[in-house]
């Protein structure tokens, strides 16, 4: 009930941190149960190449609607999965279940999945997303994986000999949410990251801040010379959009060409010609 606080002192956790950390444990049990049931569904959200307004990959993002809470934050559940060893367990459901999806879209399309840092500990993960290829029938070409800086800072070596032995299987892989983490250069001289993925809270900026569209500029320019596409995330209004065109984005991902939808939706909008994007550019 009380710890020391090692002044001599003693701190009490007050009733509502109590009832947070036991919500906390149930919302846990919950997702266990979820996963367990295979209750935690894909949605999944078009990237689109500024030079064609064509739909070259779509990221899926895991969704968890709760039966009492309703839907439930990613950010939150895979917090949640994190710290309770559950990660292992959603990743390859997300795996496979994104795999399996991209076979039913058009074949030139690619699919992105999120990997947490947590999946590269035990170094079973490149035999995984192997195993889960083959079962699913998906050319490694079509999958790409993203990952965030944090994922370096754990075990450097260990970290890029597997994202090596990845790469090696024709799989990309995406640095994402660049420039908010513990971002080091030195990452892109150890490892040919595909592509590098802006964060969206510099997208968000654009229009008014001069530094956000340098450091866009910049990483423009180090995508360039590196041989990476660029991706900016979040772009929700025409404006930001046009001013990332002008920068010389690759690619552009956000609400304005389209939310996350379900696997079908996203199906029936590959299966169009590419008029509708291409209008937003
Ligand atoms: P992320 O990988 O950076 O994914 C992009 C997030 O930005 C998604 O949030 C997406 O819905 C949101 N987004 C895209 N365009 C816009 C826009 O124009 N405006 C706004 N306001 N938001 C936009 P979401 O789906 O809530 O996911 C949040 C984060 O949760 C992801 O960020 C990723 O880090 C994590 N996540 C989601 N699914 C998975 C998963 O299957 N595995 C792992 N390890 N992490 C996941
Ligand atoms: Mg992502
Ligand atoms: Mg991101
Ligand atoms: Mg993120």
Not at 94 to 101: E, H, K, S
Not at 172 to 180: A, P, T, Y
Not at 259 to 264: D, N
Request: net charge negative.
């Amino acid at each position: 009930r009380a710890k020391a606080d090692g002044r001599g002192q003693f701190r009490f956790f007050s009733p509502e941190q109590d009832a947070s950390a036991r919500a906390r444990r149930a919302l846990e049990a919950d997702l266990r149960l979820a996963i367990e049931r295979g209750e935690i569904a894909l949605a999944y959200q078009p990237i689109v190449a500024t030079a064609t307004g064509q739909i070259t990959s779509v990221e899926a993002l895991a969704r968890w609607s709760h039966p009492v809470h309703g839907p439930i934050p990613p950010d939150l559940f895979v917090s949640l999965a994190e710290e309770s060893g559950l990660i292992h367990a959603l990743g390859a459901l997300v795996l496979r279940r994104a795999c399996a999806d991209a076979t039913n879209f058009a074949v030139d399309v690619r699919v992105a999945v999120n990997l947490s840092p947590l999946q590269f500990q035990g170094g079973a993960l490149c035999e995984q997303v192997r195993a889960i290829l083959a079962e699913t029938g998906l050319d490694p070409h079509r999958l790409q994986l993203e990952v965030t800086e944090g994922l370096v800072i754990r075990d450097v070596e260990a970290t890029f000999h597997e994202l090596n032995r990845l790469r090696a299987q024709g799989i990309h892989i995406h640095l994402d949410d660049f420039g908010v983490g513990y971002s080091s250069l030195g990452y892109f001289q150890r490892f040919r990251f595909d592509t590098v993925k802006i964060d969206k809270s510099f997208v968000d900026t654009i229009a008014t801040s001069a530094s956000a569209r340098a450091i866009i500029g910049a990483v423009v320019g180090l995508g360039g010379a590196l041989g990476m596409k660029v991706v900016a995330e979040g772009v929700e209004e025409a404006a930001q959009m046009e001013l990332l065109v002008a920068l010389g984005c690759t690619h552009l991902q956000g609400y304005l060409f389209s939310r996350p939808v379900s696997a079908e939706a996203v199906r029936a909008l590959l299966a169009q010609p590419a008029a509708p994007l291409r209008a937003a550019l």
